[in-house]
């Protein structure tokens, strides 16, 4: 095929007898709707970040212990409190000036804040001279308020003169955690936004078909985020900075795969018709059932997180699914519409004339259909060895929860403020692990509490600032606060908090507090995996079954995707532990890279397996496997980088959760992309052969 072939005259590619007037009307009709319902959902798409919840608290499943502390500890409290630590330090030793400093910053602090602060501690001096704290109670847990009086306090506080001061303990790592997730609608999106249009101008060598996927992409990405907006402002749905970041990548890669394999069928109809009007209808009668089974795979798939104990995980169920959703409806929908009203135009300088051969027939993934077909058996062998060496990288998998402290790959202010507390202070100072029990065992409790280890000091709680006031007594129960030697957020703090409540718990006590919050929340991620896996495996299942009519080709995509999955845990653990150092992982990453990567992994399986079905009846299951491998290789190759690539913009965000979700789903979609669906499936396929199909069987089509 040469170049000049291609830039055949286009009058020989279009009819000549005039198109039906409705032809035209009715894609022009359903790019206007989509633009009005664009139009009214893109102020609402604009807010959901005001409609975020950040903190463990918020998420806490109400069976948790530290839930019950919560609930029990606005009997002692007037007024819910954000404890926050402004912590300051010279190396060779504080001096008298920096002393006075010091003080006349307290005084400032309790002017401006007035009524909004609860409490402005005296400076803590550390016992080598080297380091003082205070600690600051501000009203209320509003994260977006407290963020305000933190951002006030880092731009006054600054001493100078070799003094540093930093602000850090729940206010100052909840406000970190917030100024990172508001670059989502900026640095990501423009980062997402950049790779994608890089690689469909890679893929498409055009300049006019990236914008249009792109723009189909964009109302796609507007419709998600007003409706997320919406429900969550309502109650219905819980939002995360992190759903959201997750949202956003999710909608963007999942719209641009979907369109890609509408326009890849598009472009090849319009190589066999004349008619772009019959091209498209054609095409979307092709793609809308595998394209329809793949988004309603992921859809399910995160609904499944719905019976989840954790509201956070809870949220990512609905809002996931939402995007997909959003993605569904304009792939299905709008492009169509653009594709049929646009045609051939799209594609220029390179458009598919009619009548001109097809590459996919005989480029790269051809040899590749020829390599499977003669030796499909050593190829499914090697790789199967191949993705179990990667499996045995699980041992070196710590998935135990890592300090909320550890949680940022970039050195915050938080993160600052806690290196100089651990140097110098107990690390638990600020953030007490709170003991909740029937005032007649307040004693023997306080003594059990003092005497375990990891605990530096234990308090009753009064009510009152005011020294040597009594324990604040309330429906019977008494309050002890126990700072701990460890910083609030570390492992050595969970353990702790483990063996206060093994002691406690026999005079019918309860431990809450920071750590406690914590610990629940990572004990109760762990629980959800192994409910939620299973669920997700078996709604997979009946999706497949109901697709493809068989029973045995389900088992081998789901047991090839599985494998993958475990495979990019194992390299996970030999990149996060061996090569970065990282301190661990979240008890939720195994679940939610479970959930991305087997869901999406299946979708480009789908993909196949359904040109193969289709090849397959007019072919043979020999022929119709090499066939439907060849014909949809380099459209699904490039989809998955696409993905991939979408969620590895997802690592500007200096969060060490989200680059760990990053590195595992687009590693993890490029493994099923290029190993999974490119070798093991298809060389199972042939070596199976028509069994693959039982019970159903093919039906011959005409070719």
Not at 48 to 56: G, L, S
Not at 351 to 358: D, F, I, K, Q
Not at 458 to 487: C, E, H, M, W
Not at 614 to 637: D, N, P, Q, R, Y
Request: aromatic share 6%; glycine share 10%.
């Amino acid at each position: 095929m040469t170049m000049t072939h291609l830039r055949t005259p286009d009058r020989v590619t279009e009819p000549k007898a005039k198109t039906p007037w409705w032809r035209w009307a009715l894609p022009a009709l359903g790019v206007v709707v989509w633009l009005a319902l664009a139009g009214a959902m893109s102020g609402p798409a604009g807010k959901t970040a005001e409609v975020q919840k950040n903190d463990n608290a918020a998420f806490l499943p109400k069976s948790a212990e530290a839930t019950e502390v919560l609930e029990l500890n606005k009997r002692f409290v007037d007024r819910e409190v954000t404890p926050t630590l402004l912590i300051y330090g010279r190396e060779s030793g504080l001096t008298d000036a920096d002393k006075a400093t010091i003080a006349g910053h307290v005084e400032e602090i309790s002017a401006h804040f007035g009524q909004t602060l609860v409490l402005a501690g005296a400076p803590d001096i550390s016992d080598d001279g080297k380091a003082a704290q205070i600690l600051l109670l501000f009203d209320g847990t509003d994260s977006k308020k407290i963020a305000v009086h933190i951002d006030w306090l880092r731009e006054h506080i600054r001493p100078g003169g070799g003094l540093e001061a930093h602000v850090g303990g729940v206010g100052g790592i909840m406000t970190d955690l917030m100024k990172v997730f508001e670059s989502i609608d900026g640095l990501l999106l423009g980062v997402t936004v950049g790779i994608i249009l890089l690689i469909l101008l890679v893929v498409y060598r055009s300049p006019l078909l990236p914008l249009v996927v792109l723009f189909c992409a964009g109302l796609a990405y507007t419709l998600a985020n007003g409706v997320v907006y919406l429900l969550a402002r309502e109650g219905v749905i819980d939002v995360s900075g992190q759903s959201q970041a997750i949202l956003n990548v999710l909608v963007l890669g999942a719209a641009t795969d979907y369109a890609m394999l509408l326009v890849s069928r598009f472009r090849e109809e319009l190589r066999g018709t004349r008619s772009r009007f019959d091209a498209i209808r054609v095409a979307l009668r092709a793609s809308f059932e595998p394209i329809l089974a793949s988004g309603a795979t992921v859809i399910l798939g995160l609904m499944c997180l719905l019976v989840s104990d954790l509201s956070s995980n809870k949220g990512l169920g609905p809002v996931g699914a939402i995007g997909i959703a959003a993605s569904l409806a304009v792939s299905l929908t709008l492009l169509p519409a653009v594709l049929a009203l646009c045609g051939r135009v799209l594609f220029w300088p390179f458009r598919p004339l009619h009548g001109s051969p097809t590459k996919e027939e005989s480029g790269i993934w051809a040899r590749v259909a020829r390599l499977v077909g003669k030796r499909a058996r050593i190829v499914w062998i090697a790789t199967m060895l191949f993705l179990l060496a990667g499996v045995a990288g699980l041992s070196r998998l710590d998935a135990d929860g890592i300090p909320q402290i550890e949680s940022f790959t970039t050195r915050t202010d938080s993160v600052a403020a806690q290196e100089l507390i651990n140097a110098h202070f107990p690390g638990g100072i600020g953030s007490p692990a709170e003991v909740v029990v029937g005032q007649d065992k307040l004693d023997e409790t306080l003594r059990i509490v003092g005497q375990t280890e990891g605990v530096a000091s234990a308090v009753p709680y009064t009510g009152s600032f005011i020294p040597n006031q009594p324990p604040k007594v309330v429906d019977g129960l008494v309050r002890i606060d126990a700072t701990l030697n460890d910083p609030a957020d570390s492992d050595a703090a969970i353990e702790t908090v483990k063996r206060l409540r093994a002691n406690v718990h026999p005079l019918d006590a309860k431990v809450g507090g920071f750590t406690a919050i914590n610990h629940d929340v990572q004990s109760t991620s762990q629980r959800d995996r192994t409910v939620i896996i299973p669920l997700v495996l078996a709604v997979i299942f009946l999706i497949l079954t109901v697709l493809l009519r068989s029973l045995i080709a389900p088992l081998v995509l789901i047991a090839t995707v599985v494998l993958s999955y475990l495979a990019t845990l194992g390299i996970s653990g030999y990149v996060f532990t061996d090569l970065l150092g990282m301190p661990g992982a979240d008890s939720s990453y195994p679940l939610f890279a479970f959930v991305f990567l087997v869901a999406l992994g299946v979708d480009y399986n789908i993909f196949l397996m359904t040109r193969v079905r289709e090849e397959a009846g007019k072919l043979g299951h020999f022929s119709g496997t090499l066939k439907g491998l060849s014909v949809t290789g380099g459209v699904i190759t490039s989809a998955g980088i696409v993905l991939a690539a979408t969620f590895a913009a997802l690592a500007v965000l200096p969060i060490v959760f989200v680059a760990q979700i990053a590195f595992a789903v687009a590693f993890g979609v490029l493994l099923d992309t290029l190993v999974v669906r490119s070798l093991l499936v298809p060389a199972l396929s042939v070596d199976i052969g028509r069994f693959i199909w039982w019970p159903g069987r093919l039906r011959k089509t005409a070719p």
